[in-house]
C-alpha cells in the first residue's frame, strides 16, 4: 500500500514538473514581450525592467507609417473576410448539404492551398499581377489574401451547417415554412457560433499576415504586420516590436474565446468529423 502511494506521489511530481515546464516554455517568451512594451530602460544582469512606462507606446503611435498602417490593415481585412464569406458560405453549404462526384477531393483541395510553402504562390501570382498592373494596389494584397481563407471558411462553416439537425429543417418544412425562413430561423442561427468563429479567424489571420503583402503592396501598401517587420528589420529598437506585438494579441485572445466554445461543442466535432467523409 505504501509503495503503490509513493508510486503514485512520484507520478504526480514528475507530471507536475513537467507541466510546470511546459508553462514555462510557452508563457516566457510572451511575458518577455509583454515586459519589453512597457520598459522604457532595462539592461542585463537586471531581472526585470529598471524603468516602466509608455514611452515607446507613444513614439510608436506618432510615426506617421503606423498611423496609415492601422487603418490600411483593418481595411483590408474587413474586405478579405466580407469576400471570403461572399464566396466561402453558399460553398460550405452546399458541401455540406449536396452528395456530388469528387466532393471528397474537392473539400480536401482546400487543404492542399495550406499545406505547402506559401512564398512560391506568392511570387507566381506576384508575376500575374505585375503584368496586370496590380503590383503596389490593395486590390492585389486582398487576392493574395482571400486565396488563405479557404481552408477556414470553407472546413468550419460546412461542419457547422452538418451539425444543424436535419429533422428540425424537416419540422420547419412540414408546417410551410419556406426553405429561406428554415435557413434563416433554424440553419443559420444554430450554426451562427461557427460562422462567427471562422469569420474572425479569417480577419485574424489577415490582420496578420506579412508575407503576402509585402510582395505585393510594397512600397505603397503597407500594413501594420509590415511595418513591424520593417521596424524590427531596419533598427534594433526592441520596445516597437514589443509594442506592435501587444496590439496584435488583442485580436487573437477574442478569436481564442470564441475558438473554446465552440471547438468544444459536440455539435461542431459531429459536423466535422462527417464532413471529412
Given at each position: ?24 516554455f510557452v508563457l516566457a517568451p ?154 434563416t430561423r433554424i440553419t443559420l ?14 480577419f485574424v489571420n489577415t490582420f ?70
Open positions: 500500500m505504501r509503495r503503490r502511494r509513493a508510486a503514485e506521489l512520484s507520478d504526480d511530481a514528475i507530471g507536475a514538473i513537467l507541466l510546470a515546464a511546459l508553462a514555462v510572451l511575458v518577455c514581450v509583454v515586459l519589453w512594451a512597457f520598459a522604457e530602460a532595462w539592461r542585463p544582469p537586471a531581472p526585470l525592467p529598471t524603468a516602466w512606462g509608455f514611452k515607446y507606446w507613444g513614439l510608436l503611435m506618432a510615426r506617421a507609417d503606423v498611423a496609415a498602417a492601422i487603418p490600411t490593415s483593418l481595411l483590408i481585412s474587413t474586405l478579405v473576410t466580407l469576400l471570403s464569406a461572399a464566396v466561402c458560405l453558399p460553398a460550405a453549404y452546399a458541401f455540406a448539404r449536396l452528395d456530388f462526384p469528387g466532393r471528397r477531393w474537392l473539400l480536401l483541395s482546400f487543404i492542399a492551398v495550406n499545406a505547402f510553402p506559401r512564398f512560391p504562390l506568392y511570387v507566381a501570382m506576384a508575376v500575374l499581377f505585375l503584368s496586370a498592373g496590380l503590383i503596389g494596389t490593395v486590390t492585389a494584397v486582398v487576392l493574395v489574401q482571400l486565396v488563405f481563407t479557404l481552408l477556414y471558411m470553407i472546413w468550419i462553416p460546412a461542419a457547422a451547417f452538418r451539425g444543424v439537425d436535419p429533422r428540425m429543417e424537416e419540422a420547419g418544412r412540414d408546417v410551410g415554412a419556406s426553405h429561406l425562413t428554415v435557413l442561427p444554430q450554426a451562427a457560433p461557427a460562422l462567427g468563429t471562422a469569420l474572425l479567424l479569417t496578420y499576415e506579412v508575407e503576402g503583402a509585402l510582395l505585393v503592396g510594397v512600397p505603397d501598401v503597407r500594413t501594420l504586420p509590415v511595418v513591424m517587420l520593417s521596424l524590427i528589420t531596419g533598427q534594433i529598437i526592441i520596445q516597437y516590436g514589443a509594442v506592435l506585438s501587444v496590439m496584435l494579441w488583442v485580436p487573437s485572445l477574442v478569436l481564442l474565446v470564441f475558438a473554446r466554445r465552440l471547438f468544444e461543442s459536440r455539435t461542431f466535432a459531429a459536423g466535422f468529423v462527417g464532413g471529412s467523409r
